[in-house]
């Protein structure tokens, strides 16, 4: 749906400012409104929803459990050189 707007959860975002989650809500509410900027008539409605979206978005992030990322394997080691005949 909103293409820019980027993963903020764990391992996918190390850090997570305030900005960042204000910037979704952003995003999120112009996609669902059909507008970049409100009109007049609508701009505390328009700015409310940001700040809710913005509100729940740190509430979830804050509440998630996450699990720790499996470790990584390491590459395989290569065998002796076989000399060529």
Not at 12 to 20: C, F, I, K, L, R
Not at 22 to 31: N, P
Not at 49 to 70: G, N
Request: proline share 11%; glycine share 2%; with cysteine.
């Amino acid at each position: 749906m909103c293409r820019s707007i980027k993963t903020l959860r764990a391992p996918m975002a190390e850090t997570v400012t305030d900005e960042d989650v204000r910037a979704a809500a952003l995003q999120y509410v112009r996609k669902i409104a059909g507008m970049r900027a409100p009109s007049a008539a609508n701009t505390d409605a328009f700015h409310a929803a940001v700040e809710s979206v913005a509100a729940s978005t740190q509430e979830l992030l804050d509440s998630l459990v996450l699990r720790p990322a499996p470790p990584r394997a390491s590459p395989p080691t290569p065998g002796p050189a076989r000399a060529r005949s």
